[in-house]
């Protein structure tokens, strides 16, 4: 307990913290991360083989679906020619895979009611997975 030295009559405690343990303690604690680190990562060295190159599974692969900026629609890149071809293409894609996403590539000039009908096609086909994807600014 450390005591203040003012007046040799009143002994009275010091409310300070004293952070110099505290900081002893901390120190400690960044050595041994300091000498614990290099430990963790060691790897062995292994020569992998060689296989021919393979493509990957699609049926994971979310569908593209576009509108751009005349309204024209596209499911993965194929024109469409009106909503009920996209409502039949994607029930089909359902029937296929249950799990099917969507991801909705809409034009910045389309019109609003363009992608909510678009919307409400994904939706009557059954469609329960739809993301909107944007680019950062």
């Known amino acids: 307990m450390a005591f203040n030295t003012q007046s040799s009559e009143e002994q009275d405690a010091i409310s300070e913290i004293n952070v110099t343990p505290l900081v002893d ?3 400690v604690l960044v050595i041994i991360l300091l000498v614990t680190a290099p430990l963790l990562t060691q790897s062995v060295k ?3 083989p060689k296989t ?3 493509t990957p599974d699609v049926k994971d692969q979310p569908l593209q679906l ?12 194929k024109p469409l020619a009106d909503l009920a071809t996209l409502e039949a293409e994607l029930t089909a894609e359902l029937q296929h895979n249950p799990e099917t996403a969507v991801h909705l590539y809409a034009d910045q000039g389309v019109i609003y009611s363009k992608v909510a009908e ?8 059954g469609i329960t997975k739809l993301a909107f994807v944007t680019v950062e600014q």
């Open 118 to 125: 678009v919307m409400a096609a994904a939706q009557h086909a």
């Open 46 to 48: 292994v020569n992998l």
């Open 66 to 77: 576009g509108i751009d900026a005349l309204g024209l629609v596209t499911l993965n890149k």
């Open 52 to 54: 021919a190159e393979t």
């Open 25 to 27: 303690v901390m120190l």
